[in-house]
């Protein structure tokens, strides 16, 4: 059967050659796909900025639907979610402007949870440092149980085993 290889962005495998990864590479489905997946990590800004410049969608509008999806030329956002889109660029660049002017962050942001972070592990690392070292696990008396083997299983005693009478050596 061979190696396989499995794309990320389409979530699918297929026999690993030059050709196939070629052809699957160049693809349009691949393609689509990679830029849908870069597209989820864009700004906010730079989202508002390119649905404002489209026209809307009039097929969207109508159905609900549309047949070209993301790759769509014309804007499938309504009124409402350019207003919130519009309303999360002015918070991102009031709490940019905050940062510069060195103002306190508001809470609930990835810098405090930082801090807070740091001053635990830095809490944790002194008071550990203090402890002594813990003792070695010791299994508790009586453990494991002990069993009883097979005749045939035991080790010999320590003068090895009796010989009986009838099989001395003479």
Request: aromatic share 10%; charged share 25%; hydrophobic share 30%.
């Amino acid at each position: 059967m061979g190696k396989r290889y499995f794309c990320d962005y389409c979530d699918r495998s297929f026999q690993d050659n030059l050709h196939n990864r070629k052809k699957h590479l160049n693809g349009v489905q691949h393609l689509r796909a990679k830029r849908v997946w870069y597209d989820s990590f864009r700004d906010a800004a730079a989202i508002l900025q390119e649905e404002q410049t489209k026209k809307p969608c009039r097929k969207f509008l109508q159905t609900g639907q549309c047949d070209f999806g993301s790759n769509c030329r014309f804007s499938h956002m309504t009124e409402q979610d350019l207003e919130k889109l519009s309303a999360q660029v002015q918070g991102e660049k009031r709490l940019k402007e905050l940062q510069r002017e060195g103002a306190d962050i508001p809470p609930g942001t990835i810098e405090e949870w930082l801090d807070k972070r740091a001053q635990r592990l830095s809490a944790a690392q002194s008071s550990s440092a203090l402890l002594e070292k813990p003792a070695p696990f010791q299994y508790p008396l009586g453990w494991p149980p002990v069993q009883e083997l097979p005749p045939s299983l035991q080790a010999p005693p320590p003068g090895g085993w009796p010989v009986p009478p009838n099989l001395q050596w003479g």
